[in-house]
């Protein structure tokens, strides 16, 4: 069974039995403090197991695109080195939201895998919960009750906390779950060693497929459980597992999943997969990880240095430093697999299909500039290396490898890896420690303490009215606090209704404040979005939290967000008239100030171009286009009307849609009633974020008032400046200009004349010791001047050996050029030579045994070196 095919069985399964078919939610998450990537097939359905909202359908199934790679789950050291973790894979799943429960989970999974999928009933085992006496939970008899109707009892094995408690992360919805594993090894090995004791025992071919939880409980701050308002299944079955056990493959890389990308890796790098293990394991890394990559970035997540971006830069790095270790890759390559990727995953996902040009070159750019960081590094470990066996030592100081990981980015593995090929040995420990120092800083700044909410009142679900009113009277519903090192002690308010807008989707929270019927205030600060509920921040808790409160927007910024909210969708179709439709909103930053706006474009805007797109929103701006907003619109009914909407972003079957004229797109931010609201928009600048991404910056409203005011005071300064009220300030520029080049010009001259006195200079003052014509001499020259005369005195003596020391610009640097008769006679280097002298100005250099330079802080030391210069020639 191919694995489209396989793919299909289960979704249709499921559809059979009332499960609502829905879309996988995006990989990258991006409204969800508490979590970065989807790690689960269930992430997406937090909200109904935690009781914050009901779903439409009380059952569902899915193929979640999942990542394992950061956090409570985190695969990424097995990928490649083992056949069946990968970082990237597909989750199928079915749920249960209150409804049914073991029974008919266990039954149907039973039924899917011997009966559809047609498994041999004799290679399953499955685990239940056995129970932990520390967390005062019992044994799942249930769910063993069950399954004994269905396998023999040798079958069923009891399992402990680590594997079959199943928990999301350190708080939130959890439970005990029962697991199916397969043992998929030969007659022959299934006889000498009983599967059973296989199981949960990292063995490749007895491995875990399926996982069926049974949610039932909430992991609180304290580490205790609380039961959840209802009982939940959350199923999750690895398709890659799954495909590899129906196309009777020993490895996940086997299957028609990975194949085809194997093959290309094969084709480009001539080496052949299934010959030896390390090249094996690089390029399993590779077919890996280009996957996972690919899918962040068509999710909008571009490799980056912080967050989840940085996540995704590590993962590239990591494929990339496989290919250059194992298969001696040191071109980019890496990007040549998308085109396959996309052939073959193009049906299920069409993102990657639509945005393969983009992901192509982010991930060649990438490619690029870090195997540059590994060929500067290389030469960096070089100079450590010779430092270290100068002083005669065979181990290389831990803090200078982390110093070359932590500032670099050159990898730690091939540090070793290196120094192992040279006969030296890595200080681990001193490794470790610079690393522990490292996280525990990082860690200690970062570090969040969320206590649990507290009730107050019952609410089935909070309701949102800020689209229309910007003040209301609420009820605080639920509270907690959060406690961070930078922002200390916060409050998170939940009210019953809200007109405060939570930030999502680019555009930044509202601000305001609350006032209690006894006149107290107290401003919220900031507002976010998380499960599906608003939360309101304080840095105060009010007093009386029972009573009834005002709430009120900070109406003048919520009115500078919509106006920057509305320009940017104007900002959007501008640019794909202009431009062309293959322009796509790659991220957005909404905010009272300013907006920006990220897009995909191969090349930078000329002027001209600009100009079009600021007069086009401004033209809109003019037309006093009305607000059509439509808040129930069906997604299938707003994309059939030319509606826009984002990759990795999630929709549900309703969708709000937002049009001013031609503008139409899925939006659930604050905009104008009319575009004349906007008053005026302004690009204040433009620039590339990633290769094929472009970021315009803009502002509208007052702010475009105060950006002219500014530059119309500058224009003032400038003319204050150059002091010639008769002339125009562009004629005035233009002269000094002329002058300034003038200057210059003669200045080279000058400085000519200058060195050509002092090369006679010099030579004159030669100083013969032992047949050595030595000369020393402080100058103020800048570099350049200096080398062309120390080559040009060493064209006209013999036997020279020249130290140039020189202060100008307050830097401290010593050229040293010796003959090239006297490198070879007398050993002499001029490139050791000069590092030594260094020492005196306090720097260090090198260079060629002929020729070389040192740089230093200290132009005191200068004659300091000149000196042990001389020295060392007499
Ligand atoms: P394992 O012990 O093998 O790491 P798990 O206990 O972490 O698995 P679950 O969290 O229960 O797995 O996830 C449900 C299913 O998803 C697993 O049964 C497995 O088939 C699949 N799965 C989990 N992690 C990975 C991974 N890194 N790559 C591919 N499939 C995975
Ligand atoms: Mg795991």
Excluded at 240 to 254: F, H, I, P, T, W
Excluded at 281 to 297: G, L, P
């Amino acid at each position: 069974m191919n694995s489209q095919k396989i793919r299909q069985t289960f979704l249709e399964y499921f559809k059979e039995r009332q499960h609502e078919v829905v879309k996988s939610a995006p990989m990258v998450i991006k409204d969800d403090p508490t979590l970065m990537f989807t790690n689960a097939g269930m992430n997406q359905f937090k909200e109904y197991f935690l009781g914050i909202n009901d779903p439409n359908n009380k059952r569902a199934t899915d193929t979640q695109k999942c990542l394992r790679v950061s956090g409570k789950h985190n695969d990424l050291e097995e990928v490649g080195v083992d056949t069946y973790h990968h970082t990237m894979f597909e989750m199928l799943g079915n749920w249960s939201f209150g409804d049914y429960f073991k029974k008919e989970a266990i039954a149907w999974a039973w039924e899917l895998l011997t009966e559809v999928y047609g498994i041999d009933k004799n290679s399953l085992y499955v685990t239940i919960f056995e129970g932990d006496a520390s967390e005062n939970l019992d044994c799942d008899t249930e769910a063993y009750n069950y399954w004994k109707e269905l396998i023999a009892e040798d079958r069923i094995l009891n399992g402990n906390k680590k594997d079959n408690f199943w928990e999301m992360g350190d708080q939130g919805p959890c439970g005990p779950c029962s697991e199916i594993h397969v043992d998929i090894r030969s007659d022959a090995e299934k006889a000498k060693i009983d599967g059973a004791s296989l199981v949960n025992a990292d063995h490749p071919q007895v491995v875990e497929i399926w996982n069926l939880v049974f949610m039932q409980y909430n992991r609180m701050a304290d580490g205790s459980l609380k039961n959840l308002p209802a009982q939940h299944v959350d199923t999750g079955m690895g398709f890659e597992r799954l495909a590899m056990v129906l196309q009777g493959k020993q490895s996940n890389y086997d299957t028609d999943v990975f194949q085809p990308l194997i093959r290309e890796i094969e084709t480009i790098t001539g080496r052949s997969y299934n010959k030896t293990v390390e090249i094996d394991i690089a390029i399993r890394v590779i077919a890996d990880h280009v996957r996972a990559v690919s899918f962040s970035i068509a999710d909008g997540q571009l490799p980056s240095n912080t967050g989840a971006g940085y996540v995704i830069r590590r993962i590239l790095r990591r494929a990339i430093r496989y290919a250059f270790t194992y298969l001696d890759r040191k071109e980019p390559f890496i990007y040549m697999l998308v085109n396959t990727l996309s052939r073959q995953m193009g049906e299920a996902f069409p993102e990657l299909k639509s945005q393969k040009n983009l992901i192509t070159n982010v991930i060649k750019e990438e490619e690029q500039s870090f195997l540059r960081t590994l060929d500067q590094g290389l030469l960096l470990l070089d100079n450590v290396i010779n430092e270290t066996t100068a002083l005669g030592n065979k181990t290389v100081d831990g803090k200078k490898a982390f110093e070359l990981y932590d500032t670099y980015g050159f990898p730690i593995d091939l540090t070793a890896l290196i120094l192992r090929e040279k006969g030296l040995e890595l200080d681990e420990k001193g490794f470790e420690e610079a690393m522990q120092v490292q996280k525990t800083r990082s860690r200690s700044a970062s570090e969040t303490v969320t206590s649990d909410w507290t009730e107050l009142r019952q609410d089935d679900q909070q309701e949102f009215i800020g689209y229309d009113k910007l003040d209301a009277q609420v009820f605080i519903t639920r509270y907690r606090k959060v406690t961070t090192k930078k922002d200390g002690d916060l409050y998170q308010l939940v009210f019953n209704l809200t007109p405060f807008y939570g930030e999502s989707g680019g555009q930044t929270g509202d601000k305001g404040y609350l006032e209690s019927s006894a006149g107290d205030t107290i401003y919220i600060i900031d507002t976010k979005k998380e499960n599906g509920q608003t939360i309101h921040l304080t840095k105060t808790l009010p007093k009386e939290l029972q009573s009834s409160f005002k709430a009120t927007v900070d109406q003048k910024q919520r009115k500078r967000t919509a106006a920057n909210h509305t320009a940017t969708h104007l900002l959007h179709q501008a640019l794909r008239k202009i431009l062309g439709t293959h322009v796509e909103q790659k991220g957005s930053m909404v905010r009272s100030a300013s907006l920006r706006f990220d897009f995909s474009h191969f090349s930078k805007l000329s002027q001209d171009e600009l100009d079009q797109v600021e007069h086009f929103v401004n033209d809109r701006i003019n037309e006093q286009l009305e607000l059509q907003e439509n808040r129930a619109n069906t997604y299938e009914n707003a994309m059939a009307n030319g509606a826009i909407g984002l990759f990795g972003e999630k929709y549900g079957d309703v969708v709000r849609t937002i049009k001013f004229g031609d503008s139409h797109e899925l939006c659930g931010g604050t905009h104008v009633k009319n575009t004349a609201d906007i008053w005026h928009f302004k690009i204040v600048s433009e620039g590339a974020v990633a290769a094929g991404i472009r970021r315009i910056e803009a502002i509208t409203g007052d702010a475009v008032k105060d950006y002219f005011t500014e530059q119309s005071q500058h224009f003032e300064d400038i003319k204050a400046l150059l002091n010639n009220p008769g002339k125009q300030p562009i004629e005035s520029i233009e002269s000094l200009q002329t002058e300034n080049s003038q200057l210059k010009k003669e200045i080279e001259e000058l400085k000519k004349a200058k060195a050509g006195n002092l090369k006679q200079e010099l030579i004159q003052s030669a100083e013969n010791h032992d047949g050595i014509n030595f000369i020393g001499t402080k100058t103020d020259l800048d570099t350049k001047s200096i080398k062309d005369l120390a080559f040009e005195i060493e064209r006209e003596m013999d036997n020279l050996f020249m130290i140039i020391g020189s202060d100008a610009n307050d830097k401290a640097t010593l050229t040293v050029i010796i003959s090239k008769n006297l490198v070879e006679e007398k050993d002499l280097n001029a490139g050791t030579i000069v590092r030594e002298l260094g020492k005196h100005i306090q720097g260090g250099g090198g260079g060629q045994p002929h020729f070389a330079t040192a740089g230093g802080k200290d132009p005191d030391g200068l004659q300091a070196a000149i000196d042990a210069a001389r020295k060392m020639v007499s």
